[in-house]
Protein backbone atom coordinates (compact mmCIF):
# COMPACT_ATOMS: atom_id res chain seq x y z
CA UNK A 1 0.00 0.00 0.00
CA UNK A 2 1.58 3.47 -1.04
CA UNK A 3 0.32 6.41 0.42
CA UNK A 4 0.41 10.24 0.60
CA UNK A 5 1.02 11.57 3.92
CA UNK A 6 -2.07 12.63 5.55
CA UNK A 7 -4.47 10.52 3.28
CA UNK A 8 -4.60 7.74 6.21
CA UNK A 9 -2.53 4.96 5.12
CA UNK A 10 -0.85 3.47 8.57
CA UNK A 11 -4.48 3.95 9.99
CA UNK A 12 -6.31 2.21 7.04
CA UNK A 13 -3.25 -0.53 6.72
CA UNK A 14 -3.70 -1.57 10.44
CA UNK A 15 -7.11 -1.51 10.43
CA UNK A 16 -7.17 -3.97 6.95
CA UNK A 17 -4.24 -6.17 9.28
CA UNK A 18 -6.64 -6.35 11.88
CA UNK A 19 -9.73 -7.23 10.15
CA UNK A 20 -8.28 -9.48 8.00
CA UNK A 21 -5.92 -11.02 10.61
CA UNK A 22 -2.38 -10.72 8.62
CA UNK A 23 0.48 -9.45 9.49
CA UNK A 24 0.99 -5.80 9.47
CA UNK A 25 4.36 -4.20 8.00
CA UNK A 26 5.58 -0.84 8.25
CA UNK A 27 8.06 0.76 10.62
CA UNK A 28 9.50 -2.93 11.52
CA UNK A 29 11.18 -2.74 8.20
CA UNK A 30 13.39 -0.50 9.56
CA UNK A 31 14.38 -1.75 12.60
CA UNK A 32 14.86 -5.37 10.26
CA UNK A 33 16.58 -3.28 7.76
CA UNK A 34 18.99 -1.94 10.66
CA UNK A 35 20.00 -5.14 11.64
CA UNK A 36 20.25 -6.60 8.36
CA UNK A 37 22.84 -3.61 7.86
CA UNK A 38 24.36 -3.47 11.29
CA UNK A 39 23.75 0.00 11.65
CA UNK A 40 21.29 2.21 14.05
CA UNK A 41 17.51 2.26 13.59
CA UNK A 42 17.87 5.85 13.93
CA UNK A 43 19.97 6.10 11.41
CA UNK A 44 18.03 4.54 8.45
CA UNK A 45 14.36 6.57 10.18
CA UNK A 46 16.22 9.55 8.73
CA UNK A 47 16.91 7.73 4.60
CA UNK A 48 13.50 6.15 4.85
CA UNK A 49 11.69 6.84 1.65
CA UNK A 50 13.73 9.88 0.90
CA UNK A 51 16.38 9.62 -2.35
CA UNK A 52 19.58 11.68 -0.86
CA UNK A 53 20.86 14.85 -2.32
CA UNK A 54 23.87 14.63 -4.78
CA UNK A 55 25.92 16.59 -2.16
CA UNK A 56 25.09 13.91 0.51
CA UNK A 57 25.92 10.98 -1.64
CA UNK A 58 29.32 12.21 -2.71
CA UNK A 59 30.31 13.32 0.94
CA UNK A 60 28.91 9.52 1.70
CA UNK A 61 31.19 8.20 -0.89
CA UNK A 62 34.14 9.50 0.37
CA UNK A 63 34.10 11.73 -2.70
CA UNK A 64 35.99 14.93 -0.93
CA UNK A 65 38.61 14.06 1.26
CA UNK A 66 40.69 16.98 2.38
CA UNK A 67 44.66 16.00 2.56
CA UNK A 68 45.43 18.89 5.90
CA UNK A 69 42.39 17.74 7.43
CA UNK A 70 42.64 14.45 9.41
CA UNK A 71 38.90 12.97 9.12
CA UNK A 72 37.97 9.75 11.39
CA UNK A 73 36.27 6.77 9.33
CA UNK A 74 32.99 7.40 8.64
CA UNK A 75 30.47 5.06 10.23
CA UNK A 76 28.54 2.93 7.52
CA UNK A 77 25.75 4.66 6.36
CA UNK A 78 23.71 2.63 3.08
CA UNK A 79 23.51 4.06 0.11
CA UNK A 80 19.68 4.30 -1.45
CA UNK A 81 20.19 1.27 -3.27
CA UNK A 82 21.75 -0.47 -0.24
CA UNK A 83 18.57 0.11 1.99
CA UNK A 84 16.48 -0.81 -1.17
CA UNK A 85 17.60 -4.07 -2.11
CA UNK A 86 17.93 -4.90 1.81
CA UNK A 87 14.26 -3.66 2.34
CA UNK A 88 12.87 -5.46 -0.65
CA UNK A 89 14.26 -8.54 0.90
CA UNK A 90 12.68 -8.36 4.01
CA UNK A 91 9.09 -7.53 2.18
CA UNK A 92 10.06 -10.52 0.05
CA UNK A 93 11.19 -12.83 3.11
CA UNK A 94 7.59 -12.00 4.93
CA UNK A 95 5.36 -12.28 2.09
CA UNK A 96 7.23 -16.26 1.36
CA UNK A 97 5.91 -17.02 5.03
CA UNK A 98 2.79 -15.31 5.51
CA UNK A 99 0.02 -12.95 3.87
CA UNK A 100 0.26 -8.86 5.36
CA UNK A 101 -0.60 -5.37 4.85
CA UNK A 102 2.86 -3.85 3.79
CA UNK A 103 3.11 -0.10 3.80
CA UNK A 104 5.07 2.03 1.12
CA UNK A 105 9.05 1.51 0.22
CA UNK A 106 8.01 0.79 -3.36
CA UNK A 107 6.55 -2.54 -2.11
CA UNK A 108 3.94 -2.67 -4.96
CA UNK A 109 6.48 -2.13 -7.46
CA UNK A 110 8.60 -5.22 -5.35
CA UNK A 111 5.81 -7.67 -5.14
CA UNK A 112 3.61 -6.35 -8.16
CA UNK A 113 4.41 -10.45 -9.55
CA UNK A 114 3.56 -12.26 -6.54
CA UNK A 115 0.48 -14.58 -6.92
CA UNK A 116 -2.56 -12.97 -4.76
CA UNK A 117 -0.71 -9.53 -4.55
CA UNK A 118 -3.02 -6.39 -4.66
CA UNK A 119 -1.38 -2.78 -4.94
CA UNK A 120 -2.95 0.07 -3.24
CA UNK A 121 -2.09 3.54 -3.92
CA UNK A 122 -4.20 6.33 -0.89
CA UNK A 123 -4.46 10.12 -2.03
CA UNK A 124 -6.51 12.89 -0.63
CA UNK A 125 -7.19 16.79 -1.74
CA UNK A 126 -5.01 19.13 0.60
CA UNK A 127 -7.09 20.46 2.94
CA UNK A 128 -8.12 16.86 4.05
CA UNK A 129 -4.24 15.93 4.70
CA UNK A 130 -3.52 19.08 6.29
CA UNK A 131 -6.34 18.73 8.72
CA UNK A 132 -5.34 15.08 9.31
CA UNK A 133 -1.65 15.94 10.56
CA UNK A 134 -2.47 19.09 12.33
CA UNK A 135 -4.30 16.77 14.44
CA UNK A 136 -2.13 13.50 14.52
CA UNK A 137 0.82 15.44 15.01
CA UNK A 138 -0.22 18.33 16.47
CA UNK A 139 1.29 21.29 14.45
CA UNK A 140 0.09 24.75 12.79
CA UNK A 141 -1.31 24.39 9.33
CA UNK A 142 1.39 26.18 8.06
CA UNK A 143 3.84 23.15 9.37
CA UNK A 144 1.59 20.52 8.08
CA UNK A 145 1.50 22.18 4.66
CA UNK A 146 5.39 22.00 4.73
CA UNK A 147 5.38 18.25 5.86
CA UNK A 148 2.95 17.23 3.57
CA UNK A 149 5.09 19.20 1.05
CA UNK A 150 8.09 17.54 1.98
CA UNK A 151 7.10 14.35 1.94
CA UNK A 152 5.93 14.19 -1.65
CA UNK A 153 8.35 15.42 -3.15
CA UNK A 154 10.70 13.07 -0.88
CA UNK A 155 8.37 9.84 -1.97
CA UNK A 156 8.47 11.15 -5.20
CA UNK A 157 11.87 11.13 -5.78
CA UNK A 158 12.73 8.01 -4.11
CA UNK A 159 9.93 6.21 -6.38
CA UNK A 160 11.14 7.64 -9.47
CA UNK A 161 14.82 6.76 -8.74
CA UNK A 162 14.59 3.03 -7.89
CA UNK A 163 11.65 1.79 -9.85
CA UNK A 164 11.77 4.69 -13.04
CA UNK A 165 7.98 5.21 -12.59
CA UNK A 166 6.11 7.74 -10.82
CA UNK A 167 4.99 7.63 -7.71
CA UNK A 168 1.27 8.88 -8.37
CA UNK A 169 0.45 7.27 -11.44
CA UNK A 170 -2.52 5.16 -10.47
CA UNK A 171 -1.60 2.67 -13.64
CA UNK A 172 1.00 0.68 -11.27
CA UNK A 173 -1.83 0.04 -8.25
CA UNK A 174 -4.38 -1.97 -8.67
CA UNK A 175 -6.77 0.23 -6.63
CA UNK A 176 -6.68 4.08 -6.43
CA UNK A 177 -8.51 5.37 -3.38
CA UNK A 178 -9.00 9.46 -2.51
CA UNK A 179 -9.77 9.27 1.18
CA UNK A 180 -11.02 12.96 1.12
CA UNK A 181 -14.18 11.86 -0.95
CA UNK A 182 -15.12 8.14 0.97
CA UNK A 183 -13.56 8.62 4.36
CA UNK A 184 -10.97 6.50 5.76
CA UNK A 185 -13.07 4.35 7.57
CA UNK A 186 -15.04 3.70 4.34
CA UNK A 187 -12.03 3.19 2.45
CA UNK A 188 -11.05 -0.09 4.58
CA UNK A 189 -14.62 -1.17 3.30
CA UNK A 190 -14.16 -0.45 -0.20
CA UNK A 191 -10.72 -2.36 0.35
CA UNK A 192 -12.53 -5.03 1.69
CA UNK A 193 -15.24 -5.38 -0.67
CA UNK A 194 -12.75 -5.25 -3.43
CA UNK A 195 -10.60 -7.77 -1.96
CA UNK A 196 -13.57 -10.16 -2.20
CA UNK A 197 -13.45 -9.47 -6.01
CA UNK A 198 -9.95 -10.64 -7.37
Partial sequence: MSRQLGSGGAYIGQELAKKLDIYYLDREIIRLAAKKLSVLEDELESLDERKLSFWESFLQSGGYISSSVYIPPPIFTPTDRELFKTEAEIM???????????????????????????????????????????????????EASKMITKSDRERSRYHHMLTGKEWTDARQYNLSIDTSKIGVDNGIQLILQYLELV
Fill in 92 to 142: KNVVNERSAVIIGRCGSHILHTYPNHTSIFLHAGIDFRKKRIEKLYNVSQE
